[in-house]
């Protein structure tokens, strides 16, 4: 069931990164502001493909894309190879499996033509994009993994790759609020999605920015589709069905996200009564318990009578009569 769930979102998260806007938005949101100042966006073209080889048992689509940086009068291609991290725990062999990735790139570049090892290898920015709940705090370079740190000498022939990361938990409703993109609201429903009133406010915040779009209607159809599939991953008590315009059918889904969450309010106070009770249950059969065991040494001693018994332990005569016959076997 995780697999799946991954999946789904895993998909939601590529159709989103097949469209040029969206890596933009990536760059320049949320990757420092010197590299944004460099690329000419204009120029941003997709080579996604699968250049993993089975070294980690993956079969997936990678985001890639390309964009024109110039640096010192001199401009050239730099590919941005995009990793959608979508586990619930960190994975702190990222580094490793980046430089992998990455070698396996630069090795699909070299079989189909792209360069030659004398032309050289264009440089590549490795971004990981996380969204579990649980902070990153994998290392962002292979070389850092390297324990004990080696000798001077020897520190020149260690490897080194180093990922950009974008941990969305990390950023503050405040911090996302100053990015008025559709990205910076897909990650506020993403960090809202465990709070309903703040899922309901994360979305009202996206439909303004996509009614303030200048190309509303295709922003309007890519985080609709997308959506959709979060809400679907979230197990939603929604009618996906008929939601096909996030602007348009609005009042809908904040119907419907109300009627969710008051449905989750119902089951979690279901919950709540049924433990209660539960517990209940539980206490009274040890205070039975209790009891019976009072009663078990009260005749032992053989001193008090059955309703003697009865006065001081609250159970009935005819029950601490059967006890008796009972010990008596």
Known sequence: ?????????DTGYKELFSYPEFVQQLIEGFAPAEMA?????STLKNHSGNYITPLFEEKFEDVVWSVEVTWQGV???VFLYILLEFQSRVDRTMPIRLMHYVACFYDHLLKNGTTTPHK???????????????????????????HPEPPAFLQVYQPHLRYYLVDEGRYTDEELNLRQTPLSGVFSIENASMDRKGLQQA???????????????RIDKIITRWLKRHLQRLGAEVNLDQLNSLVEDKDMLAENLENWA?????????????????RLR??????LEEKRETVRHLLAFGVLSDEQIAEATGLAVDEIAKMRIEDKH
Request: glycine letters at 2%; a negative charge.
């Open 75 to 77: 401009t050239q291609q």
């Open 282 to 287: 539980e206490a009274e059969k040890r205070a």
């Open 203 to 217: 979305v009202d915040r996206i439909v303004a920015i996509i009614q303030a779009d200048p190309h509303k209607e």
């Open 1 to 9: 069931m995780a697999d799946t769930t991954h999946k789904q979102h």
């Open 37 to 41: 100042e460099l690329m000419d966006f």
């Open 262 to 278: 008051q449905q989750e309010r119902r089951e979690e106070r279901e919950k709540v009564l049924q433990e209660t009770e539960q």
């Open 120 to 146: 050289g290898l264009p440089p590549v920015l490795p971004i990981v994009l996380y969204n579990g709940s649980e902070r990153w705090t994998a290392r962002q370079d292979i070389y850092d993994m390297v």
